[in-house]
């Protein structure tokens, strides 16, 4: 089984519109986040999750909306998509209060937008 | 949290063991020395932490010098498959760690 699974793996999609992004986790982690990896290929945190609540909320536009429903799952939904946008997220997992300094992270998801 | 410096690239020969130096001279006491791969078009993949004394996995080995400054990662027999980009990352927590540009490592056959 999957530890970290992301859908859809790779997304094409055009500027403007609405597109969500997926993330499961069955490692039964308390925390989960958002990575965002851009074409320079820096990973930036977005997004961290522990229990349901928003813990971190770095920079980001407001286009950008996780959502938590239980703490398996983290989405990230992007409105009015934009050019920039275009690189690869990942979503990852860990235990809060551990210092084992793990995180799981999933394959990604490739946002392609034109 | 403390910033690191690590080479762009390196190259290693199949079979020997590849040393993937790290300066962290801003380190502060409290802070652990995190390493993370990404193998290419993979999500990172966690390989060792440590504080102050060396640590070895099953993966890699990690050495700390002894005024925490410097790192140093440890592959003992580098494969083909250890070619990837290696992270090196200093933070107070498991949570939220920043990724910087880390080593491009090539194993070359």
Not at chain 1, 89 to 99: I, N, R, V
Not at chain 1, 102 to 111: A, I, P, Q
Not at chain 2, 36 to 46: D, N
């Amino acid at each position: 089984d999957t530890a970290v699974s992301q859908t859809p793996k790779y997304l094409v999609t055009q500027m403007g519109n609405d597109k969500s992004i997926k993330c499961e986790q069955n490692l039964g982690h308390d925390t989960m986040y958002w990575y965002k990896q851009d074409s320079k290929k820096f990973l930036k945190i977005m997004f961290s999750y522990n229990n349901k609540e928003l813990i971190i909320n770095e920079t980001v536009p407001n286009r950008f909306s996780p959502k938590s429903p239980d703490k398996a799952h983290l989405n990230l939904h992007i409105n009015s998509l934009e050019l920039g946008d275009s690189a690869v997220y990942f979503c990852a997992s860990s235990q809060f209060l551990g210092q084992t300094g793990e995180l799981f992270f999933g394959e990604g998801s490739r946002l392609t937008v034109l | 949290d403390a910033k690191t410096t690590q080479p762009t690239s390196m190259d290693c020969a199949e079979g020997r063991a590849a040393n993937l130096p790290c300066n962290h001279s801003t380190i502060s006491g409290n802070e652990y020395v995190y390493w993370y791969r990404q193998i290419h078009s993979q999500g990172p993949q966690y390989i060792i932490h440590g504080l102050k004394n060396n640590e070895t996995n099953e993966m890699a080995s990690l050495i700390i010098t002894e005024d925490r400054k410097s790192s140093t990662l440890i592959l003992p027999h580098a494969t083909l498959r250890d070619t990837a980009v290696y992270y090196c990352i200093v933070r107070t927590g498991a949570n939220n760690l920043f990724f910087g540009t880390g080593t491009r490592l090539t194993v070359i056959p």
